[in-house]
């Protein structure tokens, strides 16, 4: 079973600051994939970022990157130099290895950046 | 360059009512997925289809049956609407390959009077 959690309903913050967004996440698999997918108020999902799990190294994307950590379960986005166009619903993701198709989200963050 | 195509936009039933959505994608994508989406709930799995011929329950499939038509289509019925299944409707597909992101549909707002 995979369960993904965001313990954060809503998180805002200034203008160009750094923020951090919480996922922790439960699978019985070896083998999986975690995903960041933003939802401007366009209803339109954009991948942010994504991260295999068998690679140690934190996978980054300009101003997103992210904190994988395997033995804890979490996996955080920092998303820095913040812009008024980050203002999203941001939504953590996982899916297991090749043959494992399931696909679930976590219930979200809404992230408010402040002129 | 039309990527995943979910029809209709919007929709307004009456309880008891039944109707199916439609999603096509045409990128040759093995993996489909319906997902509802609520607020505080984020978005929930309802089915999903790994590949042409397959089917799979997700984490809400109470009250909906799916059909994988064939590769490009994978329909979502609803066969007696309830007030419960008032939501946004998203299908997405993707190739199938453990890394590879989802593409959505703009998705389909349900109303359920």
């Known amino acids: 079973a995979q369960t993904v959690t965001q313990s954060q309903p809503e998180m805002s913050v200034q203008e160009a600051e750094t923020v951090t967004l919480s996922c922790t996440y439960d699978t019985s698999e070896n083998n999986y994939y975690l995903f960041w997918y933003k939802q401007p108020p366009s209803r339109q999902m954009i991948l942010v970022i994504r991260?295999?799990?068998?690679?140690?190294q934190n996978a980054t994307e300009n101003r997103f990157s992210v904190n994988f950590q395997k033995a804890a379960k979490s996996f955080s986005l920092k998303i820095s130099d913040s812009q008024l166009g980050d203002t999203a619903m941001y939504f953590c993701a996982s899916v297991g290895h090749f043959g494992n198709e399931k696909l679930t989200f976590g219930t979200g963050t809404r992230l408010t950046i402040i002129p | 360059n039309a990527g995943v195509t979910q029809t209709p936009k919007f929709q307004v039933l009456k309880t008891g009512q039944s109707m199916t959505l439609q999603c096509a994608q045409d990128?040759?994508?093995?993996?489909m997925y319906w997902y509802r989406q609520d607020p505080g709930m984020g978005l929930r799995l309802i089915y999903y289809?790994?590949?042409?011929?397959?089917?799979d329950k997700g984490e809400v499939p109470n009250g909906y049956n799916v059909s994988r038509l064939n590769k490009r289509e994978f329909s979502l019925r609803l066969e007696s609407a309830a007030p419960s299944q008032t939501s946004v409707y998203f299908c997405?597909?993707?190739?199938?390959?453990?890394?590879?992101?989802?593409?959505f549909g703009s998705g389909t707002q349900l109303s359920v009077l």
């Open positions: 991260q295999e799990a068998y690679k140690q």
């Open positions: 289809s790994a590949s042409e011929g397959t089917t």
């Open positions: 997405a597909s993707r190739t199938g390959t453990g890394h590879e992101k989802l593409f």
């Open positions: 990128m040759n994508h093995n993996s």
